[in-house]
């Protein structure tokens, strides 16, 4: 097997400016790539190599992809630039959460895919939780898998009546989602803060770089041919096939399914242009006493608020925390990023002792203006998916099933979103820096909602 360099992504000069991604605090310095189990052994991409299905990106839309298909008994090689879950599948928080973003229910989502593709989709993303932990059992992916829950608490009471209404357009999909009263909120989150909260039962959390490992285990078992340290970097077709260059060989494909998420690095530039890349930080405390697991998230589950600059956290297998977040302004954020969202949680959960950073580590997003997924048609044969959103196991996992079944012939009619032509956004590139200014609004409306 070849030794990975851990290259990664290349931030251009304003995501730079945006927030850049501080060297030190990389994939290997997470929390959870220090207890994952190791992922398949694999080989680079070298010479000229033949399949029908080539997916190019190894994080969960990518795997679940190729996993559903070559299941379903086709033949698919996956290209990945380093190895399996060194994007955001392999950095995130964990949480599996089977729904939209605050601010996105399933009436959005039928607004703006029509009644019958909306409610395709909502109903896909809404049994996500339950694919996800079924995959875990089926591949008995050592995870730390848990459905024990997520939660959304109000941070204001002015959102009751929001919550009411979400709470029940899920109901009405025959969702088992509870709303919670204050007391019932406070009792599960630990923190007198909240007002009420959205309960998936459904939800829960992971170790994110076990699943997509396992994930990728399993595609291999399957009939997968996975190539790690197989960067694509030019696509282009030459007659009925499509050739896909790394730096060491050429795959060719009868089509092409891109899922690099937001750092394809100008592989397909106007599909890549539909999203903004948002980095996120993410700090794990050190150990805990346990019997703090008492007063704080008591049931295990995983609570994320509904601030515009969200607090979210959880407890790892190990009496650990997680949180983490945005964070404007990159100078000085690797202590800022340390400090900034521990400060915060135990603002909101007193009761904590003084919390340490143990393990700190970034990962990138990726946001499209309308934070809904989106399949993009590129030529005859390839396509591009993106179903990020900072909201994406349980949708990407989901997606990647719904992919495979039409990808192995199934009507266009079946998939929860329309095919359309990528749609950049104007002057992407620029697309980052809105964040240093959104943020330091977003956390002022905050303060002030909280106030009032
Ligand atoms: C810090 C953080 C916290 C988050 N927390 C949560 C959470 O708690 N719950 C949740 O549901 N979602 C969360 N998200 C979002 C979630 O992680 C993503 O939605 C999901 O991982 C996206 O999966 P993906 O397969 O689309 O992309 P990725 O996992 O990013 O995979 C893309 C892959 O493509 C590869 N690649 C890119 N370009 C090329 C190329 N040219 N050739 C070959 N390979 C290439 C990359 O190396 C990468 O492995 C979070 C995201 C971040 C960053």
């Given at each position: 097997m070849p030794e990975i360099a851990h290259k990664g992504y290349a931030p251009t000069i304003w995501e730079s400016l945006a927030d850049a991604p501080h060297p030190s605090i990389s994939f290997q310095s997470s929390f959870w790539h220090s207890v994952a189990p190791a992922g398949p052994v694999c080989t680079r991409l070298e010479g000229e190599a033949r399949t029908e299905t080539a997916i190019v990106g190894g994080g969960f839309l990518g795997l679940s992809t190729a996993l559903h298909l070559a299941e379903a008994g086709h033949n698919v090689t996956l290209l990945e630039a380093d190895e399996a879950g060194f994007g955001a599948s392999g950095r995130n928080t964990g949480f599996v959460v089977p729904n939209l973003l605050t601010g996105l229910d399933p009436r959005y989502a039928k607004e703006k895919f029509g009644p019958e593709k909306g409610d395709l989709l909502v109903r896909m993303l809404g049994e996500g939780g339950d694919l996800v932990f079924d995959l875990i059992k089926r591949h008995e992916i050592d995870c730390w898998g848990k459905q024990t829950g997520w939660m959304q608490p109000i941070h204001t009471g002015k959102k009751t009546a929001w919550l009411e209404d979400r709470v029940k357009q899920?109901?009405?999909?025959?969702?088992?989602?509870?709303?919670?009263?204050?007391?019932?909120?406070?009792a599960e989150t630990g923190s007198e803060a909240y007002h009420g909260a959205f309960l998936d039962p459904t939800g829960g959390h992971i170790n994110p770089l076990a699943f997509v490992r396992g994930l990728a285990h399993a595609a291999v078992k399957?009939?997968?041919?996975?190539?790690?340290?197989?960067?694509?970097?030019?696509?282009?077709?030459?007659?009925?096939?499509?050739?896909?260059?790394?730096?060491?060989?050429?795959?060719?494909?009868?089509?092409?399914?891109?899922?690099?998420?937001?750092?394809?690095?100008?592989?397909?530039?106007k599909a890549e242009g539909t999203q903004f890349p948002i980095t996120l930080f993410q700090v794990a405390t050190q150990q805990l006493d346990p019997e703090l697991r008492e007063s704080v998230l008591p049931n295990d589950r995983c609570s994320a608020d509904t601030?515009?600059?969200?607090?979210?956290?959880?407890?790892?297998?190990?009496?650990?925390?997680?949180?983490?977040?945005?964070?404007?302004?990159?100078?000085?954020?690797?202590?800022?990023?340390?400090?900034?969202?521990?400060?915060?949680?135990?603002?909101?959960?007193?009761?904590?002792?003084?919390?340490?950073p143990e393990f700190a580590w970034q990962g990138r997003l990726a946001a499209a203006r309308d934070y809904m997924p989106r399949l993009m048609r590129l030529g005859d044969g390839a396509f591009s998916a993106i179903a990020c959103n900072g909201r994406g196991i349980a949708m990407t996992t989901a997606l990647g099933r719904k992919l495979a079944y039409w990808l192995s012939g199934g009507a266009n009619e079946d998939l929860p979103l329309p095919i359309t032509a990528p749609d950049p956004v104007m002057f992407p590139k620029l697309a980052p820096l809105a964040f240093s200014v959104w943020l330091p609004l977003s956390r002022h409306q905050d303060a002030k909602d909280i106030r009032e």
């Open positions: 899920w109901q009405d999909l025959g969702r088992p989602v509870k709303l919670l009263s204050r007391d019932e909120a406070v399957a009939g997968v041919t996975l190539h790690i340290d197989s960067r694509a970097n030019e696509i282009g077709k030459k007659g009925s096939e499509w050739h896909l260059k790394t730096d060491h060989g050429t795959l060719i494909a009868d089509r092409v399914l891109l899922t690099t998420n937001s750092t394809g690095g100008g592989l397909a530039p601030r515009k600059d969200l607090i979210a956290y959880r407890w790892t297998n190990d009496n650990r925390i997680v949180t983490g977040g945005l964070l404007a302004n990159p100078l000085g954020s690797l202590e800022r990023g340390r400090t900034h969202h521990l400060g915060r949680l135990q603002e909101l959960l007193p009761q904590l002792p003084k919390l340490e």
